[in-house]
């Protein structure tokens, strides 16, 4: 069964960075195909994709905030993190994680999600 | 950067209905959509991915059509646990939603 859960510090200040993790389970970030990605919706907005590691370590990033963004994941700890650099009041949002893989040799975007983390920046 | 534009933004109907949301993109995506419920509280559920194919375990009430740049998601017999937002996602160039669909139960 997959199922992965984000976490984050809850709230934080302007110009402070957002770390946040997402701890997975039912699958492995070693295994040819697996890519986790990181989400945002914020209050009453529509979703936006931010950043997405892959198996192999490859990397993307949403080009609007790119400078601002680092994924990482562990492997061993079935783990993907993201960093926001300089957050302000715009980053108040859910921040959701979700896996892409293959099924029956078919890649599926976003098969599975966590429940989401609420993220707000407020000074 | 493509945009998706979802409609109707929200829907009440009556169990038993045929229900339609759609999701019309800027440019050709060829069949990289992909249909998800949420409900509150609750982690987005892949419905149809690849625009039609039917991921495990949902309900064959729900079908997906469409290729290009106009996509359907179709509930062909509305039930009480379907009320939920529903949003598409463009997976062709990048990765872009719709603003989602809130369906209630007239």
């Known amino acids: 069964q997959v199922t992965l859960k984000e976490s984050g510090p809850g709230i934080l200040q302007p110009s402070q960075t957002l770390s946040l993790t997402c701890s997975f389970s039912?699958?492995?970030?070693?295994?040819?195909?697996?890519?986790v990605s990181w989400i945002r919706q914020p209050s009453g907005k529509g979703l936006e994709w931010l950043a997405t590691?892959?198996?192999?370590?490859?990397?993307g990033y949403n080009p609007s905030l790119k400078n601002r963004l680092t994924i990482s994941k562990d492997t061993s700890n079935n783990q993907a993190f993201l960093k926001i650099t300089s957050v302000d009041t715009a980053d108040t949002a859910i921040y959701y994680c979700?896996?892409?893989?293959?099924?029956?040799?078919?890649?599926?975007?976003?098969?599975?999600w966590g429940q989401g983390v609420m993220v707000t920046v407020s000074s | 950067d493509i945009q998706m534009t979802q409609s109707p933004s929200f829907l009440s109907a009556s169990v038993g209905d045929r229900v339609t949301i759609n999701c019309k993109a800027s440019?050709?995506?060829?069949?990289?959509l992909n249909w998800y419920q949420q409900k509150l509280g609750e982690a987005p559920k892949l419905l149809i991915y690849?625009?039609?194919s039917l991921q495990t375990g949902i309900p064959s009430r729900f079908s997906g059509s469409g290729s290009g740049t106009d996509f359907t998601l179709t509930i062909s017999s509305l039930q009480p646990e379907d009320v939920a937002t529903y949003f598409c996602?463009?997976?062709?160039?990048?990765?872009?939603f719709g603003s989602g669909t809130k369906l209630e139960i007239k």
């Open positions: 996602l463009q997976h062709n160039s990048w990765l872009t």
């Open positions: 590691i892959c198996w192999e370590d490859s990397k």
């Open positions: 039912g699958f492995s970030l070693s295994t040819s195909g697996i890519c």
């Open positions: 979700a896996r892409s893989g293959i099924t029956m040799m078919v890649l599926i975007t976003f098969d599975y």
């Open positions: 690849n625009a039609n």
């Open positions: 440019q050709n995506i060829n069949r990289y």
